[in-house]
T-cell receptor, first 111, second 114 residues
């Protein structure tokens, strides 16, 4: 079945540590997106990529980085510059006319 | 900039009652419109979408939404609530521009009383 796989489901980060969240899709979508979800705030766009080797900052890109070396993969790195990284992170792919598919999310906690 | 407003962070209904979740968007050009449902610690599941075809959109699990351009609204309804409908619901818009970014409302948590 086609879909989006996010891993790990739970991730713990120590202060000052960089961590990478994985997102893989087999839907043959060109566009992929990363969102951050905090309670009561809905989802906010971190980064998006419309094509391989290209990506753009979203509304809250500070402290995050991404790469898009393959069509299927769009990993997100949470750097030590992100001072409040505890949140639920969702990866998505697709476009407006055809709809968007979401992964099951990664819950990141600072310990 | 586009924005989405969901009225009511929490909505409580009795089982069997009508469900109405409100969504208004700001745009001079009708965008693509979506409703998603999220269960705890899970991703988002698409309920329905509006892409400039019929204004009354039917989705999964008897949900439907009506696009009203004059009111810039896309409210979600279900005739009879089930306990399994208890979840968080998000309205989202995708502007008809080249980015195809999704812009989300802040969500409405639906509580279903037995």
């Amino acid at each position: 079945d086609g879909g989006i796989t996010q891993s790990p489901k739970y991730l713990f980060r120590k202060e000052g540590q960089n961590v990478t969240l994985s997102c893989e899709q087999n839907l043959n979508h060109d566009a992929m997106y990363w969102y951050r979800q905090d309670p009561g705030q809905g989802l906010r766009l971190i980064y998006y990529s419309q094509i391989v080797n290209d990506f753009q900052k979203g509304d809250i890109a500070e402290g995050y980085s991404v790469s898009r070396e393959k069509k299927e993969s769009f990993p997100l790195t949470v750097t030590s510059a992100q001072k409040n990284p505890t949140a639920f992170y969702l990866c998505s792919s697709g476009t407006g006319p055809y709809g968007y598919t979401f992964g099951s999310g990664t819950r990141l906690t600072v310990v | 900039a586009q924005s989405v407003t969901q009225l009511g962070s929490h909505v409580s209904v009795s089982e069997g009652a009508l469900v109405l979740l409100r969504c208004n968007y700001s745009s001079s050009v009708p965008p693509y419109l979506f409703w998603y449902v999220q269960y705890p610690n899970q991703g988002l599941q698409l309920l329905l979408k509006y892409t400039s075809a019929a204004t009354l959109v039917k989705g999964i699990n008897d949900f439907e939404a009506e696009f009203k351009k004059s009111e810039t609204s896309f409210h979600l309804t279900k005739p009879s609530a089930h306990m399994s409908d208890a979840a968080e619901y998000f309205c989202a818009v995708s502007p008809m521009d080249s980015s195809y970014k999704l812009i989300f409302g802040s969500g409405t948590r639906l509580l279903v009383r037995p």
